[in-house]
């Protein structure tokens, strides 16, 4: 019997909460018949330890969001990483929540949803971060209209694919 690996853990405990938890973002009929979400298979090249350039003047940015408010967010600063022989760049913002970090990829209206994705990197100390893209995530705005998520700034917009995280979320696939 093959043992389950943390990552496929995380996913069924999340795939539980999504059908089951009353704070689930799902609408009841989707939750009806709810099967799990679609995930990329685990990429462990895509799991990065990645060192943080600081934005020296923490500028203050207000990011829309899907329901035409805005959330206030200080730009922490940038990393860059490889994905697929290309160089990547991407913007981690902060706030009181904790570090976020929205991202489009080229997959985005394809395989991945449209607006984003977002993963929550983990503070390593030296100004070095964990950005583990197994781990990212659609926003609930992806699930049903009436949730507010802040949109993916423009420098957060990739040319390269990030096949690793939820995949776009599709109503005609459940039963």
């Not at 069924?12 to 709810?34: G, I, V, Y």
């Not at 990429?43 to 035409?68: A, F, G, Y």
């Not at 100004?127 to 705005?141: E, I, K, S």
Request: net charge negative; glycine share 6%; hydrophobic share 35%.
């Amino acid at each position: 019997m093959k043992a389950i690996t943390p990552l496929e853990q995380f996913r069924m405990e999340k795939d539980e909460f999504f059908a089951h938890h009353p704070e689930s973002p799902l609408e009841d009929e989707d939750r009806r018949n709810f099967r799990g979400l679609s995930y990329f298979p685990e990429n462990l090249t895509l799991r990065l330890e990645v060192q943080v350039e600081e934005s020296p003047s923490k500028d203050v940015i207000s990011i829309p969001t899907s329901t035409e408010d805005t959330q206030v967010y200080s730009r922490f600063g940038t990393i860059m990483f490889e994905v697929e022989g290309q160089t990547a760049k991407l913007t981690i913002y902060v706030n009181q929540s904790g570090y976020f970090l929205p991202f489009v990829d080229s997959l985005a209206g394809k395989e991945t949803y449209p607006a984003g994705r977002y993963v929550e990197p983990k503070e390593l100390g030296g100004g070095r971060f964990l950005v583990d893209f197994n781990l990212a995530y659609n926003p609930y705005c992806a699930y049903a209209d009436h949730w507010s998520c802040p949109l993916t700034p423009f420098e957060n917009r990739l040319k390269v694919p990030i096949r690793a995280g939820e995949k776009l979320f599709h109503r005609d696939d459940l039963p």
